[in-house]
């Protein structure tokens, strides 16, 4: 086995036990990423230097008996996350050459626990967009099938994991866009509770959506990942004081008398996949196999998730992306005869077509006539949504349900469609409105070789037996162990 194959826990104990060092370990990903992400495109940016050095650091850790829980981990980070003196470009040409001059909360989580983070993964633009094609600097392909997507839009970070490019990544999720690329690359990726990790560094999209979150080869990975970046944080008003436990600690306790959800509505979609719906149906028999009771619960109104985040979350952008302007910091068009010309080509030039798009939904929903009709209601449903949850977990620890309708889909099948785009995130949506945690594990294959994700959701900062259930489902599946055809 190579170094770039091992996950987080397997290379730390080795680690640990000085039979590898943190240099030989990052110069293996280095090298795995020269030789493959010229056709993968997972990564915007390389840090190479800086990544040997901090492997040297971790390196001379190790010999003083320092180490923290991620020391000498390569890892990488989705480009929207501020990393001083590295570019954070959020894959858009307006931020194309922007360097942050500090770093986010989690970035110096990272750092403080010893991590090597070696580069900034690609993603669709401003984190608007489900397959990675709407990056505006360069597409990433499915490690499994270059001609598919590999989701989005934390597309980079969850390529990157399946590709052995890192151990493991930082993406973001705000509708599902840790979770959806996760199933679509056939990894583990976590949106935490809302408030759980600080959004202090991170580039904001919708602020009351947003999450940033882990992704890794195996939940216990991500359990690592979580623990060292959950935790509340001064700078973020929405960061939440509440305790943070271990994590990964947790994962080989016994389960103990937990009941599974699974919603009726989620079970009778329009447009779910065979091979998805017979993947989750095997997946529903295997976690019965280990004790755990399923019963139904209804969700009565998350059949309006699509439409109330697809208000929310482009007013909330339209507000946020109005910073970018060409005047503080940024891309500017040179052209333009005065300052509203100048407004007016550079974000026309600055922006892609799909945040051109949410910026103007946005702004029309929150235009002057509008605002109690679209912007209201949709926060109006949000509460419902968010009140059928803590309904539904009266009685059940937690819900089960697809990741995404289909497989990854191929380069170009839904890129000019938005609406089939906008839908294809119905299984993940309700959770960001409703601000609890929710994972996707690997739970098969489609026809076609695709990887297959479950996903898991639990109450408000119930992301201890959310990990706990999925750890045991992992191990039942036993699907860990399978890589993309990267290597003949």
Not at 184 to 212: E, M
Not at 289 to 294: A, I, K, Q
Request: hydrophobic share 40%; proline share 6%.
């Amino acid at each position: 086995m190579q170094p770039y194959q091992l996950t987080i826990a397997e290379a730390s104990d080795l680690l640990q036990a000085r039979e590898l060092s943190a240099e030989e370990l990052t110069r293996s990903v280095l090298g795995r990423i020269e030789a493959l992400d010229g056709e993968i495109g997972a990564y915007i940016s390389v840090a190479a230097d800086q990544a040997l050095a901090a492997a040297r650091r971790a390196d001379e850790a190790f010999s003083r008996g320092e180490a923290g829980p991620l020391t000498g981990i390569p890892l990488a980070v989705k480009d929207l996350i501020c990393t001083r003196g590295v570019a954070t470009t959020c894959a858009s040409r307006i931020l194309e050459n922007f360097v942050p001059p500090y770093d986010a909360t989690v970035i110096e989580k990272l750092r403080q626990a010893g991590a090597v983070v070696v580069g900034k993964a690609n993603m669709d633009e401003f984190a608007m967009g489900s397959t990675t094609e709407n990056s505006g600097l360069q597409p990433t392909r499915n490690p499994w099938n270059g001609g598919h997507v590999p989701g989005g839009s934390s597309g980079g970070s969850a390529a990157a994991v399946a590709a052995d490019m890192c151990l493991g990544a930082l993406g973001s999720d705000t509708g599902g866009s840790i979770r959806q690329p996760a199933s679509h690359c056939g990894v583990v990726g976590l949106k935490p509770t809302y408030g759980r990790v600080s959004r202090f560094g991170l580039v904001a999209f919708a602020s009351s959506l947003d999450q940033i979150g882990p992704l890794g080869k195996s939940t216990r990975d991500c359990a690592r990942l979580l623990s060292v970046i959950s935790g509340h944080d001064r700078r973020d008003s929405t960061s939440v004081p509440e305790p943070v436990p271990d994590y990964e600690v947790a994962l080989d306790r016994e389960l103990g008398d937990v009941t599974v959800g699974i919603p009726v509505e989620f079970s009778v979609s329009e447009g779910l996949d065979p091979d998805v719906s017979a993947a989750v149906q095997r997946a529903v028999a295997t976690i019965e196999s280990l004790g755990v009771r399923c019963r139904e619960v209804r969700l009565p109104h998350a059949q309006y998730a699509v439409a109330a985040y697809y208000v929310i979350a482009p007013s909330e952008a339209s507000s946020n992306l109005a910073r970018y302007d060409g005047v503080k910091y940024g891309f500017r068009d040179a052209g333009g005869g005065d300052l509203m010309e100048m407004y007016r080509r550079t974000r026309s030039r600055g922006f892609g077509a799909e945040v051109q798009r949410r910026i103007l939904i946005g702004t029309y929903c929150l235009s002057s006539g509008y605002y109690d009709a679209y912007y209201r209601k949709a926060s109006q449903v949000r509460a419902l949504i968010r009140e059928d949850y803590a309904r539904a977990f009266e009685s059940c620890d937690v819900i089960l349900s697809p990741v995404a309708p289909t497989p990854a889909p191929a380069f170009g099948e839904i890129a000019d469609d938005p609406l089939t785009m906008y839908l294809s995130d119905i299984f993940t949506l309700s959770a960001n409105l409703a601000g609890i945690p929710a994972l996707s594990v690997p739970c098969g294959f489609s026809s076609a070789g695709l990887p297959i994700g479950l996903q898991l959701s639990a109450p408000h900062f119930g992301e201890q037996v959310l990990l706990q259930v999925a750890h045991r489902y992992e191990q039942a599946a036993d699907l860990q162990g399978k890589k993309p055809p990267l290597d003949g």
